[in-house]
């Protein structure tokens, strides 16, 4: 009531769903409990590991790599015209370490 604050909203994309989808059971249970429990409260509670991405496939913003659990990272960005969290991609960390870090 006293809190002006909001928290930012979070869409995921179509590839996003098919891709979490994908996941196995235990790892989307989790991803949906740190979501719920950690990143709508706050989304840089040092439990998400949460870093930014640069120069990703020349996009034309700054992506943002979670930690879903150990094994898994989910990619968003943050879209501030409208406060949004737009989640695009989701995976293995090795599957993570070739898309986003090739080359590094």
Known sequence: MGDSAQTPRS???KDFKKLFAALPDRV???AVAR???YFRLDPYHPLLDRHNLYDVSDAAHDSIAF???YGYRAVAFFDQS???YVWYWCGSHTDYDRRFRAGR
């Open 82 to 84: 409208t406060s949004t």
């Open 28 to 30: 989307k249970e989790t």
């Open 35 to 37: 979501y719920e429990n």
């Open 67 to 69: 930690a879903m659990t």
């Open 11 to 13: 869409v995921r994309t």
